[in-house]
T-cell receptor
Framework: AQTVTQSQPEMSVQEAETVTLSCTYD???????LFWYKQPPSRQMILVIR??????QNATENRFSVNFQKAAKSFSLKISDSQLGDAAMYFC???????????FGTGTRLQVTL | DGGITQSPKYLFRKEGQNVTLSCEQN?????MYWYRQDPGQGLRLIYY???????QKGDIAEGYSVSREKKESFPLTVTSAQKNPTAFYLC????????????FGQGTRLTVV
């Protein structure tokens, strides 16, 4: 069974600084997809970034980028130039390429301070 | 506008009663999901469906049931067998077997008293 582990329940970053959120996963599949979702206090889930396992290049979306290490089964999220609006719960998620099951980690609560 | 709708936003039930949470999408997505969210536990998968009239158990299916009679609809019934039903429930949908994002509803907060 696939599992997704986020080992940091809470993180804090100062405004304008950079923070990295960790995620590891366990799978025997070779084809799969990884996602980072943000859940602000409104509880609406918002996609931050996605990565396809067959792509060696790390995905980037503006201030958000990932460090995808396939051999280590690691998928960390880097937030640069942190803003107050980045404060939220962040969830890492895994989806196999051959099925629809979407599995989430336990989340990391990110605080952004002035 | 296309989207996924959960209703109601808040639901209260007495212990021992079954309750059904609604989830409707007009995105023409094949796959639909139900998650339960508790503090410190992240999103745990209850059931998911890849196609009409078919669904699979997730990681915490005990005490829950679902149906998928229409592509647009995936209702979740929380039965009296669910030992601790008070939680926040999220429904989602996605295109099957592609790296596209899952779209989420606004959630239903169920409180059983």
């Amino acid at each position: 069974a696939q599992t997704v582990t986020q080992s940091q329940p809470e993180m804090s970053v100062q405004e304008a600084e950079t923070v990295t959120l960790s995620c590891t996963y366990d799978t025997s599949e070779s084809d799969y997809y990884l996602f980072w979702y943000k859940q602000p206090p409104s509880r609406q889930m918002i996609l931050v970034i996605r990565q396809e396992a067959y792509k060696q290049q790390n995905a980037t979306e503006n201030r958000f980028s990932v460090n995808f290490q396939k051999a280590a089964k690691s998928f960390s999220l880097k937030i640069s130039d942190s803003q107050l609006g980045d404060a939220a719960m962040y969830f890492c998620a895994y989806k196999p390429g051959t099925a629809s099951k979407l599995t989430f980690g336990t989340g990391t609560r990110l605080q952004v301070t002035l | 506008d296309g989207g996924i709708t959960q209703s109601p936003k808040y639901l209260f039930r007495k212990e021992g009663q079954n309750v059904t949470l609604s989830c409707e999408q007009n995105l023409n997505h094949d796959a639909m999901y139900w998650y339960r969210q508790d503090p410190g536990q992240g999103l745990r998968l209850i059931y998911y469906s890849q196609i009409v009239n078919d669904f699979q158990k997730g990681d915490i299916a005990e005490g829950y049931s679902v149906s998928r009679e229409k592509k647009e609809s995936f209702p979740l019934t929380v039965t009296s067998a669910q030992k601790n039903p008070t939680a926040f429930y999220l429904c989602a949908s996605s295109i099957d077997r592609l790296p596209t994002e899952a779209f989420f509803g606004q959630g239903t907060r169920l409180t059983v008293v």
